[in-house]
């Protein structure tokens, strides 16, 4: 069994996997949009185009996600983070240097007690993320 993270977004679905694909290093395995459905003719204008499915595989890990549906209030992404652990203070650096651009750091990288960096930000899309390296490497 693998626990996977799905993030739901508010029409920026597609702009945040290529950005989180470049700063992770991942591979976009999938992103359809609604108007890619069978049901294309019953999808209203304004959702066709918005992501249904994406998936973002890194390594052996796998993010995935889409665009909220507009019948359901988006209320964003509260009470959860996307922890990422890395192997080296080099990588948790980078990560967290490039997810954090045009975002807002929650707690600056650093050593802690448990860990050699670590650090908490939230993205430019709303995407809460803690970055932990346990290794001084």
Same mark, same amino acid.
């Given at each position: 069994?693998?626990?996977?993270? +799905?993030?739901?977004?508010?029409?920026?679905?597609?702009?945040?996997?290529?950005? +989180?694909?470049?700063?992770?290093?991942?591979?976009?395995?999938?992103?359809?949009?609604?108007? #890619?459905?069978?049901?294309?003719? #019953?999808?209203?204008?304004?959702? @066709?185009?918005? =992501?249904? &499915?994406?998936?973002?595989? /890194?390594? $052996?890990?796998? *993010?995935?996600?889409? $665009?909220? &549906?507009?019948?359901?209030?988006?209320?964003? =992404?509260?009470?959860? %983070?996307? %922890?990422?652990?890395? #192997? %080296?203070?080099?990588?948790?650096?980078? =990560?967290? %240097?490039?997810?954090?651009?045009?975002?807002? /750091?929650?707690?600056? *990288?650093?050593?802690?007690?448990?860990?050699? @960096?670590?650090?908490?930000?939230? #993205? @430019?899309?709303?995407?809460?993320?803690? =970055?932990?390296?346990?290794? $001084?490497?």
């Amino acid at each position: 069994m693998k626990i996977n993270a +799905y993030l739901t977004f508010d029409g920026q679905c597609e702009a945040a996997f290529k950005f +989180y694909a470049q700063c992770l290093g991942g591979t976009l395995e999938a992103m359809f949009t609604f108007g #890619d459905t069978p049901a294309a003719g #019953d999808v209203p204008e304004g959702l @066709r185009d918005k =992501i249904m &499915h994406a998936r973002l595989v /890194v390594g $052996d890990q796998v *993010l995935m996600a889409s $665009d909220n &549906h507009p019948e359901r209030p988006y209320e964003g =992404i509260k009470g959860c %983070s996307v %922890s990422l652990n890395v #192997d %080296s203070i080099a990588e948790a650096e980078r =990560i967290f %240097s490039a997810l954090g651009e045009q975002g807002r /750091v929650e707690m600056p *990288l650093q050593q802690t007690f448990w860990a050699a @960096r670590f650090g908490m930000l939230v #993205d @430019r899309f709303g995407v809460p993320w803690m =970055i932990n390296c346990e290794t $001084d490497q």
